[in-house]
């Protein structure tokens, strides 16, 4: 069993793994420096809580990167293009991120917001461009099986990323000006770059050559969704993606706010969340790659499934047990172990779904979708949260759970999942 168990786990000493950690880095690197870091720039600055809010709306290109991404799927670059179709975007949308994050810093935000803001929208959306490319790379980069494993090593980068642009920001911040913290965040694009430079195109990667303008606007934009429509149940598996992680996504704008109301200090939230939660989100997405790996793919779905929403339940024993820290340890840790497992295995059933020919288009169109149970149904968590006590809207929200596990559990009994049922030892 133990045997078993180490074999799965063999994957992560395949060296493009070590690619991906720095690719997650350069992805998750630029988020922060656009919402909660950039936040507390604002307000050392000057600038008032109401304009601070407001600098949300620059950060569309996240929820709408679908939108432009069928551009970067299927034009092939000028010069650069010598590099890859992959490769030669990354290349592209690093140059023009560092040069954003640059003219940024340079800027003040008091005296000139609205150029400011121009430079934050840009740096937001070279960031988004850029996940659309590193995606598509990292899903063409392995095979099926390997998915999970590539997108648990992508993932630690991206905390990384997250944590030198959050914490090392601020940390940067205590004794720098905040226009050259920002100039240090830049040159962290550089380690993207030269990944990008000294990595390989995935195979076979090749843009079609339409020679008309119509021909081309369907083969970018058209295709990439009729392919995805010809699927069995692809109305429902939309539904599925919706609805997956949706009791993680329902919890996730309250659970500060239950924190604060618990009694515990900014600063036991925060420690206690980037030490524990930071390790256990890792672990749990390295295990969440190695149980694909070992039970297969639709298997490791209904376990993390069924993880996500019971592990809901640990802030039920955090609101009787108050202001205890012991015990929100062990609740941040169980939390998000399950979070980066569910993390894993949803992230390679999405990357499975993609045909390679329209990966960046596919996977934007996904994993925006996915988004949308964060952004829009989520958004009622608050109501809920006001007119129920906590342990009733952290036992609701675990039933949240129940509709994706539903509706995979369809998706399973019609056959619409089959060929991810033989995924384990698949060579596809």
């Not at 949803?346 to 329209?358: E, G, M, R």
């Amino acid at each position: 069993m133990l045997g078993n168990w180490l074999k799965s786990l063999k994957i992560y000493a395949d060296k493009r793994m070590s690619v991906m950690l720095l690719l997650g880095f350069v992805s998750g690197l630029p988020f922060l420096l656009v919402s909660s870091t950039l936040s507390l720039w604002l307000k050392d600055a000057g600038v008032s809580l109401a304009a601070i809010g407001l600098f949300s709306v620059v950060k569309a290109p996240y929820s709408f990167k679908w939108l432009f991404s069928p551009i970067i799927d299927q034009v092939r670059l000028p010069i650069l293009g010598r590099l890859g179709r992959r490769r030669s975007w990354a290349v592209l949308l690093q140059i023009l991120l560092m040069a954003a994050l640059i003219l940024m810093s340079v800027t003040n935000p008091k005296i000139s917001p609205w150029l400011f803001a121009f430079w934050v929208f840009l740096v937001a959306l070279f960031s988004a461009s850029q996940d659309i490319v590193l995606d598509a790379y990292r899903i063409e980069r392995f095979r099926e099986k390997e998915q999970a494993a590539g997108v648990a090593v992508f993932v630690l980068g991206y905390r990384i990323g997250t944590i030198f642009s959050g914490a090392g920001a601020l940390f940067l911040a205590e004794f720098w000006d905040w226009s050259i913290v920002y100039q240090i965040m830049a040159l962290g694009v550089v380690v993207g770059l030269i990944t990008v430079l000294v990595s390989k195109e995935p195979e076979n990667n090749k843009p079609s050559k339409p020679k008309t303008l119509r021909a081309n606007v369907v083969n970018a934009v058209v295709k990439p969704f009729t392919d995805f429509m010809k699927r069995d149940k692809w109305a429902v598996i939309l539904l599925f993606i919706f609805f997956y992680r949706m009791s993680d996504a329902y919890v996730a704008p309250m659970a500060y706010p239950f924190f604060d109301d618990m009694g515990f200090s900014k600063i036991e939230i925060a420690s206690i969340i980037k030490i524990y939660g930071v390790i256990a989100t890792i672990l749990g997405t390295i295990v969440g790659g190695a149980l694909v790996a070992r039970i297969g793919l639709i298997k490791a779905l209904v376990v993390c499934g069924v993880l996500q929403g019971v592990s809901n339940l640990v802030y039920v024993g955090q609101a009787y047990a108050g202001d205890n820290t012991q015990v929100l340890m062990i609740n941040i840790f169980i939390e998000n172990i399950s979070g980066g497992m569910g993390t894993a295995a949803f992230v390679a059933y999405l990357s499975s779904l993609c045909n390679k020919k329209y990966t960046a288009t596919q996977y934007a169109l996904l994993s925006s979708f996915m988004g949308a149970a964060r952004d829009l149904f989520a958004a009622t968590s608050g109501m809920v949260a006001t007119v129920v006590s906590w342990q009733m809207f952290f036992f609701f929200s675990t039933l949240m759970a129940l509709p994706g596990l539903l509706i995979l559990g369809y998706l399973i009994q019609t056959g619409a999942l089959k060929k991810h049922q033989t995924l384990k030892g698949s060579r596809s």
